[in-house]
């Protein structure tokens, strides 16, 4: 794996990251401290660099986020214990056999969650009391990208009720587009308080990154389901 530095890595601040967040052993609280770090940073809108006619600039950037990059930030923090660790996990993340090119990056977010949990970066959370529906998609609304057969399951929004129950502080969750040519339109980070479960996530309507009510969420958008993801433990190899 290459190990040239993202443009935008400011290593001190990763240094204190992970020397704050070192108390914490297990992936869910870690997630949960790195991603209460970032509340209140600024949305940004196409925060990466690069298209079919300009080359890819592999980028790693602490002060603002979408919500796609806001969550590979977290996950990469999480299993990092240096900056080049950071950056190497960022990379694998972002892009299919950690190659940084535009044709390698996961533009859509079924491929993001294939790629990685292939990797065994993660994991799906599939209780056998919550019914799955299968969807089926031609993405093609990214300029210049030959259309993608999507096929992907997810649980449906009429049963997510039943899903809550699982959900744990740390989980990625996607959320569905109920559009014919798009898969994932959100994606956000759980942290549950007992019976309280909120989603942290850099929301482009409020402007920054954001906890709220998952809930209040799901209650406000419309979408034909969820899929929600869980980070492994363990040490893996780059």
Known sequence: MEHAQPRGLNRRRVEKLLLETQ???????????????F??????????IGSAERPEVFVASLDGFDCVTYVETIVALARAS?????????????????QAEWKHRNHYMTQWIRNNARSGLLRRLSPRDVRMTTKQRVL?????????NARFGCVPKPVL??????????DLIFFSSTRKHLDIFHC??????????????????????VEQELQNFM????????IVM???EGDLRF
């Open 23 to 37: 108390p914490y052993h297990s992936a869910s609280s870690r997630i949960e401290a790195l991603s209460r770090h």
């Open 39 to 48: 509340l209140g940073k600024p949305y940004l809108v196409n925060p990466l």
């Open 82 to 98: 240096c900056p080049d660790e950071f950056s190497q996990w960022l990379r694998r993340i972002r892009y299919k056999n950690a």
């Open 140 to 148: 093609d609304i990214i300029p210049k990208l030959p259309p993608v």
């Open 161 to 170: 009720r039943k899903l809550i129950p699982h959900l744990q502080t740390g």
């Open 188 to 209: 956000g980070i759980i942290v549950r308080d007992g019976d309280a479960v909120r989603m942290r996530h850099a929301s482009r309507s409020r402007g920054s990154v």
């Open 219 to 226: 209650s406000a958008n419309r979408m034909a389901g969820v």
């Open 230 to 232: 869980r980070p492994t």
